[in-house]
Nanobody, 121 residues
Framework: QVQLVESGGGLVQPGGSLRLSCAASGSIFSIGAMRWYRQAPGKEREWVGS???????FYADSVKGRFTISRDSPKNTVYLQMNSLKPEDTAVYYC???????????????WGQGTQVTVSS
């Protein structure tokens, strides 16, 4: 009943920028924390950053100072602004969110299907 869809991935040169979006839709009463993860081929999925329901942000050391997470609550959307991109940022980027579908429901975690980001010259 809840779906997360990422968009905005693509090919970018080192040092370039890209902005990813993740929109939640479906039966949504409220959304708590939203997070970004990434997974490169042959590697484990790693946490990139999070934004709390109150708007506080947290980042992995590898992206701190380069990536910025924001959210547009009326649109149920979270963004990942990626600047100064490096080849090691190449990965499939996933978002997830803690969603309460109805009043009285518990929060459940939902995942998007990912969007490819490739950083190469």
């Amino acid at each position: 009943q809840v779906q997360l869809v990422e968009s905005g991935g693509g090919l970018v040169q080192p040092g370039g920028s890209l902005r990813l979006s993740c929109a939640a839709s479906g039966s949504i009463f409220s959304i708590g924390a939203m997070r970004w993860y990434r997974q490169a081929p042959g590697k484990e999925r790693e946490w990139v950053g999070s934004i709390s329901g109150g708007g506080n942000t947290f980042y992995a050391d590898s992206v701190k100072g380069r990536f910025t997470i924001s959210r547009d609550s009326p649109k149920n959307t979270v963004y990942l602004q990626m600047n100064s991109l490096k080849p090691e940022d190449t990965a499939v980027y996933y978002c997830n969110a803690d969603v309460r579908a109805n009043t009285g429901d518990r929060f459940r975690e939902y995942w998007g299907q990912g969007t490819q980001v490739t950083v190469s010259s």
